[in-house]
């Protein structure tokens, strides 16, 4: 079985991508396994952050075991204490799991989905397995030791990215944006913005750190692949195959399919996209405010440069 990691930052085209990569031949599809979508995730979180930092060397069982089980299929844990997980996990539901991230206590049914909370477990029908994360910038030269996936990190213009971000109010658990803040002047030397500075400046900061933890992985890894989103969509039958075909994996008319069904407009987090309008859709989204507000956040990052953006 080969591994593949797609990673890239949230809202940067990975989910349209992965599930077109998916759609090769013999792919099983690990749909952000270090989200929270399920309890064994939820419990790893809540322990390492929604943006860990696990550096190459660190001892981080919970997180192994985790991406263990993605990477060999991402199937449900079998068996009582994994239904037990479940069923508590969706009862608690979405309101309960973000309060619980922001610091506000896990209640009665996630304590319990947490406790019985177990990794994925194997697909033994699958001949590759593509995962796919937004949340993996400071840890995933560490996912790279452990597994030795294929990696392939995937970029967009930062403007079509905080747009998006903006529309969907992003970043707004204090807890993730103190260590956010602690890493971006280690790393980096940059100090986040004011308490009172403007979303968008939050935003902005938030994305220069993350988008340049993988820009800094990537650079110390020139075996990984890199591609940009708005690159594949200036002609996403041609490019999007010619990635996959880079990848190793073999095209196939679902793919093709995927691809035209997908060609419609879309909205939130719907995969759909009207794929020649995607690289400059920022210019109806962002007034020129905006745009003079995100190039001052991210010229402060020594990862970026005029050129970039």
């Not at 749909?31 to 696990?54: C, L, Q, S, W």
């Not at 997980?85 to 209640?107: E, I």
């Not at 030795?148 to 905080?162: D, E, G, H, I, K």
């Amino acid at each position: 079985m080969s591994r593949f990691l797609l990673a890239g930052v949230p809202r940067s085209g990975t989910s349209w991508t992965a599930k077109a990569l998916s759609c090769a031949a013999g792919v099983r599809y690990a749909n952000e396994p270090d989200g929270f979508r399920d309890a064994y995730a939820f419990r790893v979180m809540m322990r390492h952050g929604e943006n860990p930092r696990i550096n190459a060397l660190d001892d981080a069982p919970d997180y192994e075991r985790l991406w263990a089980g993605a990477f060999a299929g991402n199937l449900p844990p079998r068996g009582v204490r994994g239904w037990i997980a479940a069923r508590s996990y969706g009862r608690a539901g979405t309101a309960a799991r973000q309060r619980a991230r922001a610091g506000d206590g896990t209640g009665v049914l996630l304590h319990v989905a947490s406790s019985f909370a177990r990794p994925p477990t194997s697909d033994p029908k699958a001949s590759h397995v593509l995962a796919k994360s937004v949340q993996c910038a400071r840890s995933i030269e560490w996912i790279y030791e452990k597994f030795a996936p294929t990696v392939l990190v995937l970029s967009r213009n930062p403007f079509n990215t905080l747009a998006s971000w903006r529309d969907l109010d992003y970043v707004r658990n204090a807890r993730e944006h103190a260590s956010i803040a602690s890493y971006a002047l280690e790393q980096f030397g940059v100090t986040s913005p004011d308490h009172d500075a403007s979303q968008l400046t939050q935003q902005a900061f938030v994305f220069a750190v993350l988008q340049s933890a993988l820009r800094r992985a990537t650079a110390n890894h020139p075996e990984w692949i890199v591609a940009s989103h708005d690159d594949l969509c200036v002609d996403a039958p041609t490019r999007v195959r010619q990635l996959a075909e880079r990848l190793g994996l073999e095209w196939t008319e679902q793919a093709d399919r995927f691809l035209r069904d997908s060609e419609r407009s879309g909205a939130g987090y719907a995969t759909n996209r009207m794929t020649r309008e995607q690289p400059d859709r920022w210019r109806e989204r962002l007034s020129p405010g905006d745009v003079d507000t995100i190039r001052s956040v991210l010229a402060d990052f020594p990862e970026w440069t005029n050129t970039d953006f």
